[in-house]
């Protein structure tokens, strides 16, 4: 490493630095003249064994299969490639590969305009708080949702933390006031307009128990990521929710997934979330459960919110 980090400084490494900073112009960054002699050596040596590792996951998935789909001759191209692959060349060649790649992801990713508006609002009412969901923007690195006592909301009106999902709790409401919301999308270039409004009307915390609870209504399943967001409105006098989920559409109440719970928004991140079925019971504070509800399932995932990670100063 001693000699890579004399060549680390020499005139040729320094062009070619030059030239992977030359890549970024036009794109109204500033970069530090000093940025790549202070991480040079760093980023080098990440460089490589990058390099390294890139070959070594294609030497073992081609070790997997028999002689015919990879020959002798094929697995000793590799090895010298593998070899060649932690020295300093190909640490430079990769770096300047990384560098197009991030290069170009500026010049053609979804932060070229504001996001679209969020589409399919919806709010569901639980225990004094609503669930509020929408469908995700691609694009979009967060979202906003605004709220007000009476229709007609604006961005003047109430708002939310700022979520990077597209769900969101509003709670310590009062029972049986109306409320309506509507949502926008954020990037690096501005806000959205907002969304269609949408309401619900949270329900009070029971003083008495009440066996006669319906099932809750509106279940909805949705995915985000990798789990399953499951929310529902609430019937009057429930206490607390338990949420199954069932292989097929008939409501079985095959497995309990959450039990016990007052809120009306439940994340399931099980290796079945895509696919399982959703039905809740409403429990009163008595412990007499409710009715189940008819069965949801997800229609499908939302794209993860767009996040560019270089490390570069706008003007």
Not at 105 to 115: L, Q, R, S, Y
């Amino acid at each position: 490493m001693g000699a890579a980090g004399s060549i680390a400084t020499n005139a040729a490494t320094k062009t070619i630095f030059s030239a992977l900073n030359t890549a970024f112009s036009g794109l109204n960054l500033s970069i530090s003249k000093n940025y790549y002699a202070e991480q040079s050596f760093q980023v080098l040596g990440i460089a490589m064994q990058t390099r390294r590792d890139k070959v070594r996951t294609v030497i073992a998935a081609g070790l997997a299969q028999d002689v015919a789909a990879y020959p002798l001759n094929q697995a000793k191209r590799d090895l010298i490639t593998y070899l060649q692959a932690g020295t300093l060349p190909a640490g430079l060649q990769e770096l300047q590969e990384e560098a197009g790649v991030q290069t170009a992801a500026i010049k053609t990713g979804t932060a070229t305009a504001v996001p679209d508006i969020p589409s399919s609002p919806f709010a569901n009412a639980g225990i004094t708080q609503n669930a509020i969901t929408w469908s995700a923007v691609t694009g979009a690195t967060s979202y906003t949702v605004y709220w007000a006592e009476s229709a007609g909301v604006t961005k003047s009106s109430s708002k939310l933390d700022a979520v990077t999902v597209n769900y969101a709790t509003h709670s310590q409401l009062t029972a049986g006031k109306k409320l309506y919301y509507a949502i926008s999308a954020t990037n690096s270039l501005g806000e959205s307009n907002l969304s269609s409004e949408v309401s619900a009307t949270p329900v009070a915390t029971p003083t008495s128990p009440n066996a006669n609870l319906i099932a809750p209504q509106n279940v909805r399943a949705m995915m985000v990521g990798g789990s399953a967001i499951i929310t529902f409105d609430a019937p009057d006098g429930a206490a607390t929710f338990n949420v199954y989920k069932d292989a097929t559409s008939s409501p079985t109440k095959n497995t309990q997934i959450f039990a016990g719970k007052a809120d009306n928004l439940y994340p399931y991140s099980g290796s079945d979330a895509a696919t399982s079925f959703y039905s809740v019971v409403a429990v009163d504070n008595g412990g007499h459960p409710g009715d189940q509800s008819s069965p949801a399932k997800s229609p499908g995932s939302s794209p993860a919110p767009t996040v560019f990670r270089l490390q570069f100063q706008t003007h």
